[in-house]
């Protein structure tokens, strides 16, 4: 398995690469599939976030699909073991949730997640105008940002593949975010799969 750390506007020294090399061995111990781990270690700048100043993101690159984890703590070491805790937590969340489907059960949370339900798509989008010489505005890409407006701090395009949403769940719990974009290929449309409670789930399907 290869393991690569990289610091992101901070220095990363041998004995942490060490630290992580080694409690990445017990994962591929346990897990053969695993081929590659990358770790990205980040600091936030504001004093005010000392508890929460390093970043440490993993992603994991198996035979099967990618896994992601991320957390923040004091230190790099904190960081890290929070952010492998999280991994581990996915993956077996995954390996219930493919137990549940070779059990030809579904979860709780399913049971009405197909149901047509029409979105109130007809609400008007009103903006406010704005005096330039109140506010300045400026781009940022493609976003208009008015005075001290929002920012997009990152971008990310992906392809891709059909998929069902039983298969958009597992990369859910994989990728451990609250919600993951696909295509369903049963219904040929762009949807959302969105954590509620629990092991409670959503659908938000576009209409194009």
């Known amino acids: 398995m290869d393991v690569v750390v990289k610091g992101h506007h901070c220095e990363v020294s041998d004995r942490f690469r060490q630290y992580v090399e080694e409690k990445l061995e017990r994962i591929e111990k346990v897990d053969h599939r695993v081929l590659r781990c990358e770790v990205e270690v980040s600091q936030e700048k504001n004093p005010r976030q000392h508890d929460r100043a390093m970043r440490v993101e993993l992603t994991m690159y198996t035979k099967g699909p990618v896994v992601r984890a991320e957390a923040c703590g004091e230190t790099k070491q904190a960081a890290f073991d929070v952010c492998l805790d999280r991994l581990r937590s996915q993956v077996r969340k995954a390996a219930d949730r493919r137990r549940v489907h070779r059990g030809e059960r579904a979860p709780e949370g399913l049971r009405h997640v197909n149901a047509k339900q029409p979105l109130n798509g007809n609400a008007p989008v009103v903006e406010e105008p704005v005096a330039e010489d109140e506010v300045a505005t400026h781009k940022y890409g493609s976003l208009l940002v008015t ?58 399907r576009l209409a194009v």
């Open 147 to 204: 005075g001290d407006g929002p920012l997009v701090m990152r971008e990310k395009t992906h392809t891709a593949k059909p998929m069902t949403l039983d298969q958009a769940l597992y990369e859910l719990e994989l990728v451990g975010h609250d919600f993951y974009l696909f295509v369903d290929a049963d219904e040929n449309q762009p949807s959302v799969v969105y954590r509620r409670r629990g092991y409670d789930y959503g659908v938000i």
